[in-house]
Nanobody, 121 residues
Framework: QVQSVESGGGLVQAGGSLRLSCAAS??????YAWFRQAPGKEREFVAA????????YYADSAKGRFTIARDLAKNTGYLQMNSLKPEDTAVYYC????????????????WGQGTQVTVSS
């Protein structure tokens, strides 16, 4: 059974930083990603990583500001978010799965409960 549990969300002012964590259990996944969903909008890809190869992939909105990483020993993933903007406000989800399309939600079979990130202007 694969599970993911997010933490680290909160309220931050524009320009600030947050680090989200994703505690993963089980090892029947090869890909790990972060998605986000703002009120009234569809779920949006943020960043992904192939768990064993540390090869990150970012949405254009995240490039240069966000960094996805993982700690193999702790089986935990991270999303470091810098220079946050009000438009980054959303519920952020950690996703685990297998497949080639890293940016597609359909690739991921296992989702966490989400953590709220609110960026004030």
């Amino acid at each position: 059974q694969v599970q993911s549990v997010e933490s680290g969300g909160g309220l931050v002012q524009a320009g600030g930083s947050l680090r989200l964590s994703c505690a993963a259990s089980g090892r029947t996944f090869s890909n790990y990603a972060w998605f986000r969903q703002a009120p009234g909008k569809e779920r949006e890809f943020v960043a992904a990583l192939r768990w064993s190869f540390d090869s990150p992939y970012y949405a254009d909105s995240a490039k240069g500001r966000f960094t996805i990483a993982r700690d193999l020993a702790k089986n935990t993933g991270y999303l470091q978010m810098n220079s946050l903007k009000p438009e980054d406000t959303a519920v952020y989800y950690c996703a685990l799965g297998q497949g080639e399309m890293l940016s597609s939600p359909a690739t991921y079979a296992y989702w966490g409960q989400g953590t709220q990130v609110t960026v004030s202007s």
